[in-house]
């Protein structure tokens, strides 16, 4: 896989705080980036998610997989390149590939699935038609 | 001031994640183990933060002052010494001294105030008869 | 798999500061979660981390893969069960399942792999012959 | 006091990640956000940490003060406007305004006090003459 392959990257650059004691990301904040980073793929599709929650349906993180390829540090430009792979009823998938800014090997990927709540009583979901369809064209899922 | 004259102290060992690449516990986990001790604190005179929500009140942190006297360490094993020492209407004054475990001197200490606020409007509210009274008769406060 | 596969098992009570705003734990804690339950692990094997770096290697996550099966709640006690299934010449791997106390089904589960690096080079290394027979000898490894 | 008296502001956007259950910014995340805020801070004047560490000078924070005004939430976009009021020969001032775009009153203010450390034996150490200079002229400080 390579950084062509998706459509939007999101640009953070990593905090002081965010470092442990053997001088680089401590891995828990790497949850952080690719949820900050779903955030802004939905805006960036706008398809925000507050919208999204408005129109009755949340979602939460079921499964997650991650390679820790090398670290990153204090100071570090990273490039979070996001792209949703499937789309089901309740359910969908996130790939995502962190780049330190200018290097062409990722230092972190992962794979994500996120399954749809009813923001009140908290229980599966379908997914919105409108987000399906929005998200579905911006990839060009089949 | 000395830990004598605490109350209460909450243990807490600090975790690998805690620390950033000084070595030590970064400074914003400090207001996490005050926070901690503070629903700890409320379980030892047992009127649980729980309780307090449930009869209408919740409180946020409307001020903090704290001092950094010396680092803490991975591992190191802390004592969160809290006592509550004014109690208004709305709001509470909570101060904290922070010890590694047999040491004669804190490493942070700090004060802060609390108040009162309806857990649905998110407005100040008078903080609930029955917390005033556990907290002011464990304290010996006036 | 159930809980009485493991030898040992890590208490924690889940913090204020580890909810987010749809009133459950954030994910990325488990991470922390997961990475302290290792700091206790290998303290109960009487193996502790330190010693194991002052030996000459430390080590990072490589890889992990998790679970979220229901959501954890402020003031949760939960219990990290933990135990190493594997261990190779540079790298281990661990397996944790998390329960909400007096549950019979876990609500997180997850397996990392940890990869032995040098503390000064950071390039991977050797696990210590010392942590292989301890930690192997604990878990009736082959 | 008035944005109009800080001649440096850091833009942010607030994290899912970093609210808690009672749908705000939990309190330890704004000594992060300030935090970092100085790490820009500098980088702006020209005098990047880094650059400083380098040249036998660390810092750690030595005391803080914070007043919480008025919860921020998720996804606000923030202005940590950031400046230094006062230079001492081992240590400095910091003021901070947090401001949600737009608003005329800030949600957060506080004032920190940091101390220069030497990176390698972490004892109190003079600040560089070069950040005094660099520093003080950007602020117009006698």
Redesign the interface.
Known sequence: MSREEFRYHFPLRV???E??????V???????YI??AV?EYLRHVSYP??EMVKSGC?F?????????RS?AH??DLLEVHTRVVELKTRSFVVEFEIYREGEAAPLFTASSVYVGIDPTT?RPTPLPEQFRQIVGSFERLP
Chains 1, 2, 3, 4 share one sequence.
């Open positions: 905090r002081f705080a470092t442990d004691m053997q001088g680089i401590f891995n828990g904040h790497y949850l952080t949820d900050t955030t998610y507050q949340d939460v993180l079921a499964r997650v997989s991650c390679d820790f670290p204090f100071d908290k």
